[in-house]
């Protein structure tokens, strides 16, 4: 079983940047791929983005492409997710999620199963 933490979230207005962050223990992080998603009020959780256990491939939802970059460091057990150029509607409950050895890709499939979930933390864009 994995732990996952995230912490980086706050209030920030339109056109700022964040920095995400998700720290894992308790298994082969080397091992991990693992996605960043979100839920925004009263909508379903969906996918922000992922990045494979070796950090060789990464994969956006199209309303992040070109504003959002995930990256993973395997020294320190953490997956980021750096935010630009935010936008209201990118406010939600951002959560990292871990399965062993599958793509980025697949993490974007709806449904598709994650192994181990963290609490979320807020992010909220203001105009």
């Known amino acids: 079983q994995v732990q996952l933490v995230e912490s980086g979230g706050g209030l920030v207005q339109a056109g700022g940047s964040l920095g995400l962050s998700c720290a894992a223990s308790?298994?082969?992080?080397?091992?991990?791929?693992v996605g960043w998603f979100r839920q925004a009020p009263r909508k379903e959780r969906d996918f922000v983005a992922g990045?494979?256990?070796?950090?060789?491939?990464?994969y956006y939802a199209d309303s992040v492409k070109g504003r959002f970059t995930i990256s993973r460091d395997n020294a320190k057990n953490t997956v980021y997710l750096q935010m630009n150029s935010l936008k209201p509607e990118d406010t939600a409950v951002y959560y990292c999620?871990?399965?062993?050895?599958?793509?980025?890709?697949?993490?974007?499939?709806?449904?598709?199963?994650?192994?181990?979930w963290g609490k979320g933390t807020l992010v909220t864009v203001s105009s």
């Open positions: 308790g298994r082969t992080f080397s091992n991990l791929s």
């Open positions: 990045i494979s256990w070796s950090g060789g491939s990464t």
């Open positions: 999620a871990a399965r062993s050895f599958t793509t980025a890709q697949a993490m974007g499939a709806k449904g598709y199963g994650m192994s181990s």
